[in-house]
């Protein structure tokens, strides 16, 4: 049959055809990008990604008349590098059907990844991003991160990390789930009303990915047990939403050189940035080059009083959650030296720019670590 471009349509094979002509001698080329057949290819197929192998098909092929069996994913971009090569003068070409998912799927030998079944399904939609993939999903399972706070911001940001694979996520908090926290805890359930929600969360967490390990610490954040807390951590979140761990977090943060997601939360209204300025001196700021301390305990909302939209701490936590994931894989922009302010009445977001202070009390260059304050804990905003 002649196709309407007066070309021999491209052959295709079956992958038990393709395999044995593989074994005859054909020369088996997998064409899917780098990312995509770490996760495993046709066994002995040889890995050139299109773009390099249509800019130059004479470096790659050994001739015009070579038998060449091109395979990708699932058969589609294997038969446009072959329409493309036939232009090019190439006749003996040939595209896997249904490419490497049907050649795995009939049993055929594969050359897989270092890792197991539960991995490459699990994180299949990671794995098929080209900035997060297997070396990105391997640095996730590997990372550590420290949250504090099982509470409005640490639910989901807990959630979507342990979804996401973060090897280790340490979660401390001392608090006992109480029925006014459904509302917006969405770790704890009715059940575990009167259990201590680092518990809850564990029940929760290792539910929804076993492969992440929790480690509960049933305690608050204290000058004596912060830097505890952030040993062998890669990213600090402070799901905690008072001033006693704000302050403690930041300035261990900045001493240890670890970088602080920070979340706030106030009745419709949050705000979200990355303090970094242990790894950024003089250049990013901490949260202490905003406010160099906490206000007095009499100029604080009241705390009954104050309230916060149920679903509001969700929307910041997830932020929360986004940069600490982008932190960990190295990509994108981070919020570091920018504030993001979220009114969900208005539905708007509105970013100011931080700068840091050259007179902090803690993060400007060549100052000596004045040591930590507990703060007396008192609520400005309410328990979140
Ligand atoms: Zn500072």
Redesign the pocket.
């Known amino acids: 049959m002649i196709g309407d471009n007066g070309r021999m349509p491209i052959r295709t094979l079956s992958p038990s055809q393709a395999h044995a002509r593989q074994r005859a001698g054909a020369l088996l080329i997998d064409v899917r990008a780098a990312h995509e057949r770490a996760l495993g290819m046709a066994e002995d197929a040889l890995g050139i990604v299109r773009e390099d192998l249509q800019a130059d098909p004479a470096r790659h092929l050994p001739g015009l008349d070579a038998e060449v069996l091109l395979i990708c994913q699932r058969g589609a971009r294997s038969l446009q590098v072959a329409e493309v090569l036939e232009v090019r003068g190439y006749r003996n070409l040939s595209s896997v059907d249904g490419g490497t998912d049907a050649w795995d799927a009939a049993g055929l030998p594969m050359q897989r990844a270092d890792v197991d079944a539960d991995f490459s399904e699990r994180y299949s939609r990671h794995l098929r991003l080209p900035d997060v993939g297997l070396d990105g999903q391997k640095a996730l399972e590997a990372s550590r991160v420290l949250l504090v706070g099982a509470g409005g911001l640490g639910s989901p940001a807990a959630f979507y990390l342990a979804a996401a694979g973060v090897g280790t996520l340490r979660l401390a908090d001392d608090d006992i789930v109480d029925r006014s926290n459904l509302q917006r805890q969405i770790l704890h359930t009715e059940a575990r009303i009167g259990t201590p929600k680092v518990a809850s969360a564990v029940a929760a967490l290792s539910a929804l990915n076993p492969r992440t390990r929790i480690e509960p610490i049933r305690e608050r954040v204290t000058s004596d047990n912060v830097e505890r807390l952030l040993e062998g951590v890669d990213v600090v979140i402070d799901g905690a939403d008072n001033f006693p761990a704000r302050y403690l977090l930041?300035d261990a943060c900045?001493k240890l050189a670890k970088p602080l997601v920070y979340g706030a939360v106030h009745r419709f209204e949050g705000q979200a940035s990355v303090?970094d300025?242990g790894r950024h001196r003089g250049t990013a700021?901490?949260?202490?080059?905003?406010f160099p301390e906490p206000p007095p305990p009499e100029s604080a909302p009241n705390c009954a009083e104050a309230g916060v939209l149920g679903v509001l701490p969700g929307v910041i936590g997830l932020l929360q959650a986004t940069e600490a994931i982008k932190l960990l894989l190295g990509i994108g922009e981070p919020l570091r030296g920018r504030l993001l302010q979220f009114d969900a009445l208005a539905l708007r977001f509105r970013e100011t720019r931080l700068l840091?202070?050259p007179g902090?009390?803690?993060?400007?260059p060549d100052r000596a670590f004045p040591g930590y304050v507990d703060y007396a804990a008192f609520c400005a905003g309410g328990e979140v």
């Open positions: 930041n900045v303090f300025a700021p901490c949260y202490r080059c905003l840091p202070d902090c009390p803690v993060c400007a």
